[in-house]
């Protein structure tokens, strides 16, 4: 007798595959994917194949020497005493696929906020990186080197695009400032306290990001042919674009206008006096 589930995952399977060679995932070895997957709730098979459907397809596709990236955040931690545990601290509201992720043979950057996971041949030089969550040196600086290709599903980039923040403290935004944690980790059998560094908002300068937030950074970069969509056979929609181009359509734009990331430019005033 034919397995139903067994039917349904073939399909979810083959149409990735075709999907993700539209979005030209094969013609890359280094991939960052960040997700909502909600849109699978009608696909009728178990949460785990569809997640393992999703992830043997990528490597598929991407085939040998692949490397994949996926968030490791943890910001629940900001400002706790919880030691983060490098190899089993759970990501926070990452969704379903970077747990799963994470939860292979990973290699975890050390940020007890905001890390990088990865999967593969260079997911290794997630240990060489800074103990700042962006700026040069971060995670997000090694995946520009690598020519990383983002995949978004189910959600939208101009929603799910850490790498704007990276940006923000590359062009030195003034409304943003570099804060310093102290936080215990533990990494193996080894436990330390040791300071890292985020990249913060200034509280009291009435700042506001746009309320259509990353959209316009998106439009023209789907206007000069670099933002790809499709839509995956169980209604999942699927975007991907190159990290380096977003990096230059992004910087361009900031330099144009040092608060286009904002609905308006802040009250800064304050800082004047200091």
């Known amino acids: 007798m034919i397995n139903k589930f067994n039917i ?24 960052y994917v960040t997700s909502n997957l909600s849109q699978l ?6 949460k ?38 490098v190899n089993n601290t759970p990501t926070f509201e990452m969704g379903p696929l970077a747990e799963y992720i994470r939860k292979k043979k990973s290699t975890r950057s050390v940020h007890p906020y ?31 080197d690598l ?7 189910g959600i939208h980039p101009s929603k799910a695009v850490t790498l704007i923040h990276h940006i923000e403290t590359i062009v030195g935004v003034p409304y943003r400032f ?4 102290e936080h215990k980790v533990k990494d193996g059998k080894r436990i330390y306290k040791s300071k890292f560094y985020l990249s913060a908002r200034y509280l009291n300068a009435n700042i506001k990001k746009r309320v259509k937030l ?4 998106f439009k023209k970069l789907n206007a000069i042919g670099k933002l790809n969509h499709q839509n995956h056979i169980s209604g999942l929609d699927m975007w991907s674009f190159k990290m380096r ?30």
Request: charged share 30%.
């Open 8 to 31: 349904l995952e073939d399909k979810m399977k083959n149409d990735f595959l075709i999907k993700l060679k539209k979005l030209k995932i094969n013609k890359t070895k280094n991939i």
């Open 178 to 181: 570099t804060k310093e944690f």
């Open 114 to 144: 905001w890390s990088i996971v990865g999967v593969g041949k260079n997911a290794k030089l997630l240990k060489k990186v800074s103990k700042h969550a962006y700026g040069v040196g971060s995670p997000w600086t090694t995946m520009l």
């Open 214 to 217: 990353n959209e316009h950074f």
């Open 147 to 153: 020519d990383v290709t983002q995949l978004n599903l």
């Open 41 to 46: 709730n009608r696909y009728r098979i178990p």
């Open 48 to 85: 785990e194949s569809k997640l393992k459907i999703i992830f043997s397809s990528l490597k598929e596709t991407i085939g040998k020497d692949y490397s994949i990236f996926s968030p490791g955040a943890s910001l629940n931690l900001c400002n706790t005493d919880t030691i983060f545990d």
């Open 245 to 274: 181009d977003f990096y230059k359509v992004a910087v361009e734009m900031f330099k144009k206008d040092i608060y286009t990331y904002l609905e308006y430019k802040p009250n800064l005033n304050f800082l004047r006096n200091r």
